[in-house]
């Protein structure tokens, strides 16, 4: 669904919702802290009275889950709906997720139940719910995997994508990694740059990373370099106008190498700038940069 454009007057709606223990309290403070109205545990009925247009709200946050007395996906999906077709809000659905694995350490330190498993395995709380949240997290406008996430870069996500100042309808998140260390969970486009010349086996450079110039200049002597980034930029120029008019707010580029260091950063600061002479608003992360080399 296309989201309408933001206006001045628009009030922002930020609907929570996701598996227990992922982290959605933690990403209902952090948009308090932002400047929202923060309101947990909503019952789906009174999330229009929540938002009915006073002058008053500028932005709301609304947790929502399957601690809720009505919970039902279907009827939040049909309220999500309904607030979508008002011209005055814009309305965004957040989803927190977490491989189940971290969530049973988290119930296990915390020593707290499940709400569907109080006299069962936690698995089985956590496998109920997911059924019952499967047709929400097709429909989310964003969802955050926390899997691999401090609270301290969960906040520092939020606001880099929520913050109340006038936001661009599609940012592109471009960030580098290494394959070595997993993928990225939240990208969207992955692509693939270790068959390019590796610095790790030049000794001089093997310390420096994809900013340093010498690095830079070693990648580029590779003959494959230049063809690739060529048919990487007219892949993603018609593509980004397309998920933007699909209602798509951010768009993840993740590019990888082996470790993170060398050939997927410098590849990552090319495309950056690349984007930002395109116009395009951007986020430029390295996930693995100060991983250090073996």
Request: charged share 30%; proline share 4%.
């Amino acid at each position: 669904m296309t989201q309408p454009n933001l206006t001045l007057t628009d009030t922002q709606v930020v609907l929570i919702t996701g598996i227990s223990g992922a982290g959605k309290s933690s990403a209902l403070k952090a948009l308090e802290d932002l400047g929202y109205e923060a309101i947990d545990n909503v019952p789906i009925s009174l999330i229009p009275r929540l938002v009915a247009a006073d002058g008053d709200i500028r932005a709301i946050a609304i947790g929502v889950d399957i601690r809720t007395r009505d919970f039902d996906a279907d009827a939040f999906l049909r309220e999500l709906k309904l607030l979508g077709t008002r011209g005055d809000l814009d309305v965004r659905m957040l989803f927190i997720d977490c491989s189940d694995d971290i969530l049973i350490e988290r119930f296990g330190e915390t020593r707290r139940r499940h709400p569907l498993a109080s006299d069962r395995p936690i698995s089985d709380g956590l496998k109920q719910e997911r059924e019952l949240l499967a047709p929400l997290t097709q429909r989310a406008d964003m969802v955050i995997d926390t899997t691999e996430m401090h609270a301290r870069a969960l906040k520092q996500l939020l606001q880099e994508r929520f913050a109340l100042s006038g936001r661009p309808e599609l940012t592109i998140c471009l960030t580098s990694f290494g394959f070595k260390n997993g993928l990225p969970r939240d990208a969207d486009l992955v692509f693939d740059v270790r068959f390019l010349r590796n610095p790790h086996y030049e000794p001089n450079l093997r310390s420096k990373t994809g900013r340093d110039s010498s690095v830079a200049d070693f990648i580029e002597r590779d003959d494959g370099l230049e063809t690739f980034f060529g048919n990487l930029t007219t892949l993603l120029q018609p593509l980004i106008p397309r998920y933007a008019a699909e209602g798509k707010s951010y768009l993840t580029v993740a590019i990888g190498c082996t470790g993170g260091r060398h050939r997927s950063v410098y590849m990552a600061e090319r495309l950056a700038d690349w984007l930002g002479d395109q116009g395009h608003s951007l986020q430029l992360r390295h996930r693995d940069l100060e991983i250090t080399e073996k």
